[in-house]
């Protein structure tokens, strides 16, 4: 799979960047990967590998790391990440049907968890440490409280218009 | 001398490492998954856990024995945990015990008979976890997988590679290679030894045995099997006896029972071997060029050049191993003799190796789709089928090798062992060395010196990759300088490989040597061209050494391989007219790919060219000898430079 972002060159010149500026020390390899992840938003294999080149380790080493950490993704994000909360205080105020309505407008088949166009990704969360506010859901780092279906479609919405996005697009 | 007490009874200790091995040593079979002796200390098992008085429980593997201490191993306590522990790890383990390739050495299902667990109070996983047997020489079956991390260790620390590691985590965490990639696709050099040190089924080795049975009641077929050396002192533990003990005359007996045909020996063509790599280095040190020279006996070493030290492949002799010597004249040459077709001809090899399954594969040594070795089984394997085939060791009579390829020097028979190729190469540079013990031994690095020409030849012994690695680094540092190097993959050389009977441990590398040493005291001819019956084979078939007989038959050629296939990193326009890929694997890398990346990157910008250029970083292209290597529009341009880079730019645009 080739990945192609906007913006991937410069990204990949960053990465070298990135690695000089740890002086390509392994022990540095969780920030390195980090600051990857913030410039991808998240970790390309041939970038992994990139990195194990540069840095003198194995692949497997990367790869372990990479995958050991729950807030590195392999998976390629989209621009806008939500984040459903579906911890007690969430779940007990129907959560779940929140997610089934973004699902249902993002188009999201079953497993899939980031739009083909890479402008949404919808996960789950266990609490997100706003429990008065449930159900609570988080795009990047907004924080949405006491969120219905009808008011998640609308924030999609919204979101799309200034993508300059329309529904029927997006698929 | 300092004592503590097992079991209070007082037991003497020296320089044990841990109490582990003072325990052991003291009679007591304390049960370990992820305790090696060779191999750094991991603590994972909890099964060595054992009670001290002051400290409690305390695991052996990884404390110190101390004077005055008072260990229990067996209370009731410790056995209760223990079954506690292999139960929690027998739940996640899929227990197709019956018709697992590793049943008769698996360390899990041997502990749960002698702890006596009768049933698993945990549910099972239900998540089925694909097998991979991608690779010609192991198959990976990750639901078996204990995680205990010895195989880990194992291709990291004597090894030097890392090919597997652990991944995720929690209930999640996996063994796996990089990316979940199949083994086929990454830098695994098959030598099998991580599946020597799995405890369980999870790694185990390819088996052949159908395919050497097939041909074997395939009435069309003349089948022709090759026995290698280090197979020859392996073999007997099976049946009770010491490693070392030299069996090869039974073995022989056992393989025409089971039906095979003609029974060679791989010594022979080890001896050949010696002929052909003696007469090249000669000639490689007259003409002062591509010295060191490496043996490339060893199919996991050569593959280990092949995809980390590009820069070294010319170094390798061209000469096939003995096994594939063997196929050659076996397909080439012996079917003649015989008045039959090639196609008539089945040849199997026994060898105490995973890495030669995956050598007689390579497409050098296939003609018209027809290897030169059709099937390669280990010393394992052999002691399956001689099981299989109801044959009653102690009934075997000694039988002796069919000629012409059965009769072979003591050179040939050191060949298993590490050293013994230097020194077999060696005897035949000094006519007056009979035993040459500076190249013998377990020590990582040996080097020894002869005079020739009143020239020292300057002599390396390695063997596990990572003393490999160790040494080359050195060299390419200019920090040490030989003529000649012979490398192992596997600890001890091949007595240790991969597919040799367990324990495999330094104990019996030790022993399994020292019976081929003692073979070869017992032979009087030591020196490769003291054997007449390979005389013979040059004067009917191949002239000379180093000929072009020899040269077409005999040797063969390298290449640089990609560690890992993996996709490239594209940047720009899918309408460009040009399309440059430039090399950012490791050999291209360290000569500067990088900083051409930049140049051409910026020039692309300057020159506002960025909708017809497309610019790709890659892989390896597979032309290491070349680096840095640029890819433009299909064509691949060695010791690639912003000069001849751009001028092509100007040139195409
Ligand atoms: S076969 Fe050898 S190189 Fe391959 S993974 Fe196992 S130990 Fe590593
Ligand atoms: S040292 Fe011998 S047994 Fe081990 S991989 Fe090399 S050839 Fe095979
Ligand atoms: S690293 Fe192999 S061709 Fe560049």
Same mark, same amino acid.
């Given at each position: ?38 410039? +991808? ?102 924080? +949405? ?27 | ?108 299902? @041997? ?77 695994? /050099? ?23 049975? @097939? ?36 073995? /022989? ?52 050049? @092949? ?347």
């Amino acid at each position: 799979m080739a990945v192609m972002v906007k913006d991937y060159k410069r990204s990949f010149k960053k990465v070298n960047e990135i690695i000089e500026s740890y002086g390509r020390n392994p022990v540095e390899l969780v920030s390195i990967l980090q600051e990857i992840q913030e410039e +991808y938003r998240y970790l390309p294999e041939e970038i992994l590998n990139y990195i194990a080149t540069a840095m003198g380790i194995s692949p497997s080493k990367v790869f372990g790391v990479a995958t050991f950490y729950e807030n590195f993704s392999l998976e390629p994000k989209g621009k806008y990440i939500i984040k459903v909360c579906d911890g007690t205080a969430c779940h007990v105020k129907n959560s779940m049907d929140l997610l089934n309505a973004l699902q249902k407008k993002l188009k999201l088949k079953d497993g899939q968890k980031t739009t083909k166009d890479m402008m949404f990704t919808l996960e789950t969360a266990s609490c997100l440490g706003a429990c008065g506010l449930a159900p609570v859901m988080v795009i990047n780092e907004e924080v +949405y409280g006491k969120v219905t279906p009808e008011k998640a479609e609308k924030i999609i919405d919204e979101i799309m218009k200034r993508e300059g996005n329309s529904d029927d697009k997006n698929n | 001398m300092k004592t503590l007490k097992i079991n209070g009874k007082v037991v003497s200790f020296k320089n044990e490492k841990n109490l582990l091995e003072v325990i052991r040593k003291a009679g007591i079979k304390l049960p370990t998954f992820c305790y090696h002796s060779e191999l750094s200390i991991y603590g994972a098992c909890r099964m060595c856990l054992v009670e001290e008085k002051k400290k409690g429980l305390i695991a052996a593997c990884s404390t110190p024995p101390k004077e005055g201490m008072e260990i229990k191993t067996h209370t009731l306590k410790l056995q209760k945990q223990r079954r506690m522990t292999l139960e929690l790890l027998l739940a996640e383990h899929d227990r197709e015990c019956t018709t697992c390739e590793k049943n008769a050495d698996c360390k899990l299902r @041997e502990l749960a008979a002698n702890l006596g667990i009768e049933n698993i109070r945990f549910k099972r996983k239900d998540k089925k976890l694909p097998i991979d047997d991608s690779s010609p020489s192991i198959v990976r079956d990750p639901n078996k997988c204990i995680l205990c991390g010895d195989c880990v260790r194992m291709c990291e620390e004597v090894q030097g590679i890392g090919v597997i590691g652990f991944a995720y985590r929690g209930s999640n965490t996996v063994v796996t290679p990089a990316f979940n990639k199949k083994l086929s696709e990454v830098d695994c /050099v098959d030598c099998g030894q991580c599946a020597a040190v799995c405890p369980t089924g999870a790694l185990t080795i390819k088996s052949q045995i159908d395919r050497v049975w @097939e041909a074997i009641n395939n009435d069309d077929k003349i089948v022709i099997a090759q026995i290698a050396p280090a197979v020859k002192v392996a073999f007997g533990e099976a049946f009770g006896l010491k490693p070392g003990h030299s069996t090869e005359h039974l073995i /022989v007996s056992a393989l025409k029972t089971m039906g095979i045909n003609k029974v060679f020996d791989t010594c022979f063509a080890a001896d050949l071997t010696v002929m052909e790599e003696s007469k090249e280095f000669v000639e490689r040190l007259s003409k002062g060029e591509k010295l060191p020279q490496f043996t490339s006996c060893c199919p996991a070493w050569v593959k280990f050049v @092949e995809l980390n030290y590009p820069s070294f492949i010319d170094n390798l002799s061209s000469c096939r191993s003995p096994q594939q010597m063997f196929g050659s004249f076996a397909k080439n040459y012996y079917p003649k003799e015989l008045g039959v077709s090639r196609d008539d001809v089945f040849v199997v090899s026994i060898m105490p190796c995973t890495a030669k399954k995956a050598e007689a594969c390579r497409e050098e040594f296939i003609s018209n789709g027809d290897p030169d070795v059709d099937a390669v089984i280990t010393t394992q394997e052999l002691i399956k089928m001689v099981k299989e085939a109801g044959i009653v060791f102690d009934d075997l009579k000694e039988e002796p090798f069919d000629m012409p390829f059965g009769f072979a020097t003591g050179s040939g028979l050191i060949f298993g062992a590490t050293g013994g190729v230097a020194e077999s190469v060696i005897r035949m540079l000094d006519e007056e060395v009979k035993e040459f013990k500076d190249v013998r031994g377990l020590d990582g690095l040996k080097e020894a010196k002869v005079a020739k020409n009143g020239k020292d030849i300057k002599i390396a012994v390695v063997h596990g990759l990572k003393n490999a690695r160790k040494l080359l680094e050195k060299i390419k540092a200019g920090k040490a300088e030989y003529d000649f190097i012979e490398v192992m993959a596997c600890p001890g050389g091949c007595v240790g490989g991969a597919g040799q009977p367990q324990p495999n441990n330094a104990e019996s590398r030790i022993e399994r040597a020292l019976g081929l040493y003692n073979s070869d005291n017992k032979i009087q001819l030591i020196r490769a061209s003291d054997n007449p019956m390979v005389q013979k084979l040059y004067e009917k078939w191949l002239k000379t050494p180093d000929s072009g007989l020899s040269h077409k038959y005999l040797h063969t050629c390298y290449r640089p391989r990609r560690r890992i296939e993996g996709s490239d990193i594209k940047f720009s326009a899918e309408k460009s007219k040009m399309n440059i890929k430039i090399c950012i694997g490791t050999s291209c890398y360290l000569n500067g790919s990088y900083d051409l990346f930049k140049e051409v990157d910026k020039k692309i910008k300057q020159d506002n060219l960025e909708d017809r250029v497309n610019l790709e970083a890659t892989f390896c292209l597979e032309n290491c000898n070349g680096s840095p290597s640029v890819e433009v529009n299909g064509k691949i341009i060695d010791k690639a430079n912003k000069e001849k880079i751009f001028m092509l730019i100007d040139e195409l645009i």
